[in-house]
């Protein structure tokens, strides 16, 4: 048969091959534009004016806790990571969010973020909290494992930029990309930034996970995609 190998199998014509270099291309140049935008957000992050992210910390809480309350039932399970560096600070935030009956548990970083290092554990307070693997801590219980992410109906992640569409700019090895995909159908995805950190739009590759609110210290911003149906949340 014309245009087939000795295999069997329909060997691409010019037209296939043009396609998949061209995605090829596109696949390469969004990888090196959120390689640059990554470092530009490190940057402004680095040279921010300590007492202004100081600030930023209870409006965002707040924030966070106004979104729970009413919308998500007392006792659920919520993930939420712990803040390192010039992060939007989270350590009150957990302590808030288990003082109001939530149940809170956060990664359980062992080694650093390789696809192998997924894992999460419950909050129990603050004094049972050791320096885990990139300065970041965790509990001092045992850790759950990676389907536990299951259980939550809420999960809060960091990130250095988000988009009104969904989208969200990573730190770059793909640890919570991997570890949405453990979560419950209709769970909730938080994402937390600072006001000057929100675009429009983010370039995302195939195994990026799309965000359902993005929190700031002055805006709760849902995303332009995001069924809200029954969650009686409000567009920005």
């Known amino acids: 048969m014309s245009g087939s190998n000795s295999a069997g199998r329909t060997a691409p014509d010019a037209g296939d091959q043009n396609t998949g270099s061209s995605h090829a291309a596109d696949l390469e140049a969004a990888r090196e534009l959120k390689k640059a935008l990554r470092h530009e957000a490190r940057e402004h992050r680095s040279t921010a004016d300590p007492a202004e992210l ?3 910390e209870p409006l965002i809480r707040a ?11 007392a006792q659920s399970v919520i993930a ?3 803040s390192t560096d010039n992060e939007p600070d989270t350590h009150r935030l957990v302590v808030s969010l288990t003082e109001m009956g939530f149940r809170v548990m956060v ?12 894992d999460w554990a419950w909050f129990q307070g603050p004094d049972k909290l050791e320096r885990g693997a990139l300065g970041i801590d965790r509990p001092t219980g045992s850790p759950l494992g990676i389907e536990s992410l299951g259980e939550a109906q809420v999960v809060i992640m960091p990130g250095l930029a988000g988009g009104r569409d969904g989208s969200r700019l990573g730190m770059g090895a793909g640890w919570y990309d991997r570890a949405l995909t453990h979560c419950r159908p209709g769970a ?18 195939a195994h990026d996970q799309r965000m359902d609110v993005i929190v700031t210290p ?8 995001t069924d809200r149906q029954g969650r009686g949340l409000a567009r920005d």
């Open 188 to 205: 909730l995805r938080w994402l937390l930034l600072y006001d000057d950190e929100v675009r429009d739009s983010l370039p995302q590759g």
């Open 54 to 56: 100081a600030h930023s």
């Open 80 to 82: 939420c990571y712990l």
């Open 107 to 118: 990664p359980y970083m062992r080694g650093g973020p390789a696809a192998d290092d997924i």
């Open 63 to 73: 924030r966070v806790l106004d979104l729970v309350r009413g919308r998500i039932p």
């Open 218 to 225: 002055r805006r709760t911003i849902v995303a332009a995609d």
